[in-house]
C-alpha cells in the first residue's frame, strides 16, 4: 500500500464496474441497477460478474484483481460480504488509475488486492452506517448494504463528491486484507525446482488457475511433472504449450493463461473435473 | 385498486425495467432487448431478473413487488406467462409513481401487486393480438409476446404515446389477482402469539423471506419458537436479531430484511436448505 | 454466399451485438464490456446469451441465426471458439443489413448461417494475430481472443473503421461452414409423408426446436405421430396446435413456434424432459 497522496482525481465518473456474489436468481442485482440508474442517471454499469460464490471473499477478491487491468475510467463498486450489518467498516478507496479510481465495498479483504493492482490506495474512507449521501437520514435495514450504502456512495462519487465528503478518512494501512494464496518455489537437492500453489480459480470451462505467475517456470521448459493434493489422480508429466490448440482434444496441459498466470488445463475439456480440483486446493509442479 | 384517475403522466420515458422467466441460457432475453434498442434507442434497459422459476406468476410478481419501491422513472416490462397465446389479456396499466408510471405484461396476476404497491392501477388497457404500435400489422407466432406484443407496447410508451392509442381501455377492478400468500396473526389460549406465514421467495444465499411484515413480532421479543410443515426438522427457539452478524457463523435467527418482511436465515449459510423449505411452505412461529 | 459486394455500409455502429460460451459465472463477460466500454464508449452492448454449452459451435450458430431477424444495426461478436489460439482464422463479416452490418469472431462456423440469414457475405477480412487496431503491437496470450482480438475490431468498426483496415481480404466461400442440422422429408409408399429433423434447440422451459420450417407439415394436418430417436419414450400421435393454450396443461403437442420452426412442447412442462431429448437428438414425425 502506498502511502495517502495529495492529488484529487479528475471529479466524477460515468462509469461503475459492478461485482459481487449476489446471483442473478433474484432482483438484488437488479435493484441495485435500479438505484444507480435513479440516482446517477448518466452512468453505465458494467457487470463484471455477479456469480461469486457466496460469501467467498477471496473469490471475489482474485476475480476482481484479474479484470482490473482491463477496466476504464470509472468506479467499482464490489459486494462480497457476510459480515453486512455487522462491526466490519464500509469503505472508500482512491487509486491513481489509468483505469478506475475509486473502489467501494466492504472492509474485508475483498478490495484491496485489487486496489494494488491500480498503483494502491491513495486515500480511504469509512462510509457512515447508512446512505453516505450528504442530508440522508440513516435508514433501517442492515442486511442490504448494497443497495442502501454502498451504491449511493457510488453514485456520489459519479456525481463529482470528494471522498472527504462521504465518509472518515481511515489510513490505508489499516485496511483489511485477505490472506494470500500459497505460492512457493523450491530449488531441490536433484537441481530441480518445485512449485507449490493454490487454485486461485475454476473458470466456466474448467480450466485451473494457480496462483503462480506464469514465467515461474522458464520457457526453454517443455514437461512439467504435476501433483494434486487432495484431487482425483495425479495428472503426471504435462506438456508446457503456448495454447490450447497446441493440444489434442481431451489431452491436459500446462499454459500461461489470459491472465498470466500458470494454469492447468484440458483442450476442449475440464481440466477441474478431470483432477478433482477447486478453488483452494493445492496443486505441485516440478521441472 | 383505485378508481381510473383523469392526470395523464408526463409523456415518455427512458428507461424500461425488465422481468420475466426467460431465464438466460438461451437468447430470448437478449432478443427483447435488441427490440427495445431498435424501436427506443434512447431507453436504458433495466434487468431486474430473468430467474423467476418457469411459469411461476406468484414468485414473479412477488419479486417485482419487491423491487419496486427501488425503482425510478420508466416503464416496467414483465413476463411471466403461462397462459401466452391464449385468452388472458395483455394489458398496459398505468400508475401514479414517483416511480415507474406503466407496467405491460399478461393480465394474470403478475402486475398488480407491483401496481399497487406503486400507489394503484390509475388506468388500463387491453393490448391488441400483436404489435400495439400504430400501423402495425397483426404478425404470426403465439408464443413469444414479450417479443413481439410486450417490447412494442413499452417503446410507444418510451416515445410518449398515450394508453388510450395502444389498447381498449379496461376496468382496474377487472384485473385478474393472484391468490395473496397465507400470513395469519392469532393471539392463542396462553395469551402467546401464532403467525402462520407462507415463504414467499428463497434468495440466492438460502434466506427464507416470510408474508409477514416485519414489525408483526414487537421489537421486544428477543426470542421465537419456530415451526416448520413439509420441512425437515423445526427450528425450535430462534434469536430474533437485527442483522446477520448479530448471529454466530452457522446459527439460525429471525429477523426483518432488506424488504420490511420477517426472515429466517442462517448467517453465512442457507436456511432453506438447513430447514428443508421453498417457496409456498408454511412456517409457523409462536412468541 | 453472395459474391464479395462493391458498397460499403455508412460508416460506425452505435450496438453490439454479443453472444459466447462464456457463462456468467466469471468475469469474462464483464472484461470484454469493460474493453467495449473503453474503447468505444458511445457504444451499448446488447448480451444475446453467454450461455452456449461450452465449445459448442452449433449451438451457438443456431442461437444467433435465431436472434438475427430481431437485431437492428449495429456489429455482432460472437464467440464461441474450442480453436483459440489455433490456425483457425479470425474473421469480420459484412452483411447487406438492414440488421447488423458486421459479424466479427471465429472462422468456425459459427457466423455463416446468421451472415446467410442477413442476406450473405459481401466482404470478409481475416484478423491479424492479436488487437487489429492500426498501431497496436502484437500481444502476448492466446487464450482469450474475445478479449484481445475481436473486441478490438468490435470497436473499431464502431468507430468507422473500413474492413479493409482491420484485416486481409478473404474470398466469402472460403470461409468455414459447420454441418447443416439434419432436416428431410419424404412420402412414403402408403401416401403419407415423413419428416426425420435433429433437435437445433431445447429452450429453457424445455421446448423442443427442430430443424424444420412450421411449414412442412400442412395446415390443415390436425395430429402427427411422432417417434423419437435414442429418448424417452414415444409421444405418439400428437394434436397439431397454435400455440400453448391450445393444450392442456401437461399434454404434449406440436406448434410452429416464435422462430418460425417446427417444437414440441408440453403445455406448462418440459417437452425435453418428458421424452428425453438434447440438442443433436432425431425426432421423426409422421402425418
Given at each position: 500500500?502506498?502511502?495517502?497522496?495529495?492529488?484529487?482525481?479528475?471529479?466524477?465518473?460515468?462509469?461503475?464496474?459492478?461485482?459481487?456474489?449476489?446471483?442473478?436468481?433474484?432482483?438484488?442485482?437488479?435493484?441495485?441497477?435500479?438505484?444507480?440508474?435513479?440516482?446517477?442517471?448518466?452512468?453505465?454499469v458494467v457487470d463484471l460478474?455477479?456469480?461469486?460464490?457466496?460469501?467467498?471473499?477471496?473469490?471475489?477478491?482474485?476475480?476482481?484483481?484479474?479484470?482490473?487491468?482491463?477496466?476504464?475510467?470509472?468506479?467499482?463498486?464490489?459486494?462480497?460480504?457476510?459480515?453486512?450489518?455487522?462491526?466490519?467498516?464500509?469503505?472508500a478507496l482512491q487509486v491513481?488509475?489509468?483505469?478506475?479510481?475509486?473502489?467501494?465495498?466492504?472492509?474485508?479483504?475483498?478490495?484491496?488486492?485489487?486496489?494494488?493492482?491500480?498503483?494502491?490506495?491513495?486515500?480511504?474512507?469509512?462510509?457512515?452506517?447508512?446512505?453516505?449521501?450528504?442530508?440522508?437520514?440513516?435508514?433501517?435495514?442492515?442486511?442490504?448494504?448494497?443497495?442502501?450504502?454502498?451504491?449511493?456512495?457510488?453514485?456520489?462519487?459519479?456525481?463529482?463528491?470528494?471522498?472527504?465528503?462521504?465518509?472518515?478518512?481511515?489510513?490505508?494501512?489499516?485496511?483489511?486484507?485477505?490472506?494470500?494464496?500459497?505460492?512457493?518455489?523450491?530449488?531441490?537437492?536433484?537441481?530441480?525446482?518445485?512449485?507449490?500453489?493454490?487454485?486461485?480459480?475454476?473458470?466456466?470451462?474448467?480450466?485451473?488457475?494457480?496462483?503462480?505467475?506464469?514465467?515461474?517456470?522458464?520457457?526453454?521448459?517443455?514437461?512439467?511433472?504435476?501433483?494434486?493434493?487432495?484431487?482425483?489422480?495425479?495428472?503426471?508429466?504435462?506438456?508446457?504449450?503456448?495454447?490450447?490448440?497446441?493440444?489434442?482434444?481431451?489431452?491436459?496441459?500446462?499454459?500461461?493463461?489470459?491472465?498470466?498466470?500458470?494454469?492447468?488445463?484440458?483442450?476442449?475439456?475440464?481440466?477441474?473435473?478431470?483432477?478433482?480440483?477447486?478453488?483452494?486446493?493445492?496443486?505441485?509442479?516440478?521441472?
Open positions: 500500500l502506498t502511502a495517502p497522496g495529495d492529488a484529487a482525481p479528475a471529479p466524477g465518473a460515468d462509469t461503475v464496474f459492478f461485482l459481487s456474489d449476489y446471483g442473478r436468481q433474484d432482483e438484488l442485482v437488479g435493484v441495485v441497477h435500479a438505484v444507480l440508474r435513479r440516482l446517477a442517471p448518466r452512468a453505465v460478474t455477479h456469480d461469486v460464490p457466496a460469501f467467498d471473499v477471496r473469490a471475489g477478491a482474485a476475480a476482481l484483481s484479474r479484470a482490473l487491468p482491463y477496466l476504464g475510467p470509472g468506479v467499482v463498486l464490489a459486494v462480497v460480504d457476510p459480515g453486512v450489518g455487522g462491526d466490519r467498516r464500509a469503505v491513481p488509475g489509468p483505469g478506475p479510481r475509486w473502489l467501494v465495498g466492504p472492509d474485508n479483504g475483498l478490495l484491496v488486492p485489487a486496489a494494488r493492482a491500480a498503483g494502491g490506495v491513495e486515500r480511504a474512507v469509512g462510509l457512515p452506517a447508512s446512505d453516505p449521501r450528504p442530508g440522508r437520514a440513516v435508514q433501517g435495514p442492515a442486511t442490504f448494504d448494497g443497495r442502501d450504502r454502498f451504491a449511493p456512495a457510488v453514485t456520489a462519487i459519479c456525481d463529482g463528491a470528494d471522498l472527504a465528503a462521504l465518509g472518515v478518512s481511515l489510513g490505508p494501512t489499516t485496511l483489511v486484507e485477505a490472506a494470500e494464496p500459497v505460492n512457493e518455489t523450491r530449488t531441490l537437492d536433484d537441481g530441480r525446482h518445485r512449485l507449490r500453489a493454490e487454485v486461485t480459480w475454476v473458470d466456466r470451462f474448467g480450466n485451473v488457475q494457480l496462483a503462480a505467475a506464469g514465467d515461474v517456470i522458464p520457457g526453454a521448459v517443455r514437461e512439467v511433472s504435476v501433483t494434486v493434493r487432495a484431487g482425483r489422480g495425479d495428472p503426471g508429466p504435462l506438456p508446457r504449450v503456448r495454447t490450447f490448440s497446441d493440444l489434442s482434444p481431451g489431452q491436459p496441459g500446462l499454459l500461461v493463461d489470459a491472465n498470466g498466470r500458470l494454469a492447468l488445463v484440458v483442450r476442449e475439456g475440464s481440466a477441474a473435473a478431470r483432477f478433482g480440483l477447486v478453488a483452494g486446493a493445492m496443486v505441485e509442479a516440478v521441472w
